[in-house]
């Protein structure tokens, strides 16, 4: 009995060794297969979008070339869609705006304005598509471009002249050894009678700002101060205040407000030929810096300090306490 049973199981052992040898081989193959399976799934379709033509766009299935704005126009929204891939334009104000260069910005650049006060003037206009361009006017003079400002020219004494003003150059006189003493004793003067003068208004302010806070009453200082100063949010402001000073007087203000000169350098230098936006961000710099928290009260105070007095009445007038929480005034405006 017991070798019948060995003998059945030695006939049985090749039957099985036939069974598990495809199995054997179909497992040899599954680490090949999963490699391949892994490699297909990680490759993926790069999509590239032409230059300054088209600009990539994610979406939830994958980038999207979507067409860019032409000069003079920017985007309304940024993104298009794959059976869409125009992106929806709007033009420029003309004269007031304007984009040079194919976009998908969302708005326009600002023209920039050539300020008779610095000696400036229009020599092409700002069209949709090209901003303005300034030059100096006649008298006067820039020897560093871009120019922010020019400076009057130089007049000879006696009609001297060795050359003549340009706009890049100023006036050459021809030297004379024996100089009367009204060439270098008039401007003496001047400066003289200019810083009397600058006495005289700061004095006058700080008398003005001494009878205001003598005509409190006891006890009423802190409300009278909230109510001529409140804390209030001045971002919506900014740009009427910018509008009231000129650039040397907004930079003057910022520093005696203790905004660091390399900030003051990077909103010069990042805004060039701008006299607007340069005065707008120094502005927005500082009120960054100092917060809501008696920004108001130390605009004007400082500006009295500094003998921007007249300054700091047209201010107050804009920024009534009236219409500190009527935004909607503001805007129509």
């Known amino acids: 009995m017991t070798g019948k049973l060995l003998l059945y199981l030695l006939t049985l052992c090749p039957a099985c060794s036939l069974i598990a040898r495809p199995l054997l081989e179909n497992d040899s193959h599954r680490p090949y297969n999963k490699h391949f399976a892994v490699k297909r799934i990680s490759k993926r379709d790069s999509t590239t979008c032409q230059n300054n033509v088209q600009y990539p766009f994610n979406t939830s299935t994958g980038i999207i070339c979507c067409s860019s704005c032409y000069p003079g126009s920017v985007a309304k929204n940024i993104g298009c869609t794959k059976t869409d891939p125009i992106t929806k334009c709007k033009s420029c104000t003309e004269g007031k705006e304007y984009m040079d260069k194919m976009n998908h910005k969302t708005k326009c650049l600002r023209c920039n304005d050539c300020d008779r006060e610095h000696g400036l003037e229009v020599e092409t206009n700002c069209t949709a598509v090209k901003n303005v361009k300034c030059k100096c006017r006649p008298g006067f003079f820039c020897n560093s471009p871009p120019c922010q400002h020019c400076d009057p020219c130089d007049t000879c004494e006696n009609g001297a002249v060795l050359e003549k003003c340009t706009e890049t150059q100023n006036t050459k006189c021809e030297r004379k050894e024996n100089v009367p003493w009204y060439t270098w004793g008039i401007p003496i003067v ?3 009678l200019i810083a009397v003068a600058v006495l005289i208004i700061y004095f006058i302010c700080k008398r003005r700002n001494n009878s205001r806070e003598y005509e409190i009453p006891p006890g009423d200082e802190e409300n009278e101060m909230e109510l001529m100063y409140p804390d209030m949010d001045l971002t919506p402001w900014i740009p009427d205040i910018a509008e009231e000073m000129k650039l040397e007087e907004v930079m003057q203000l910022v520093r005696k407000l203790r905004l660091s000169s390399i900030r003051i350098d990077a909103v010069i230098n990042n805004n060039n030929n701008d ?9 927005e710099c500082w009120y960054q810096e100092k917060g809501i928290k008696g920004a108001f009260k130390t605009l004007i105070t400082t500006l009295n300090r500094l ?17 500190i929480n009527s935004p909607a005034i503001h805007g129509n405006n």
């Open 275 to 283: 006299v607007t936006e340069q005065k707008i961000k120094l502005l």
């Open 307 to 323: 003998g921007f007095c007249a300054i700091a009445d047209r201010i107050q007038q804009k920024i009534k306490p009236e219409t």
């Open 190 to 192: 001047i400066v003289i």
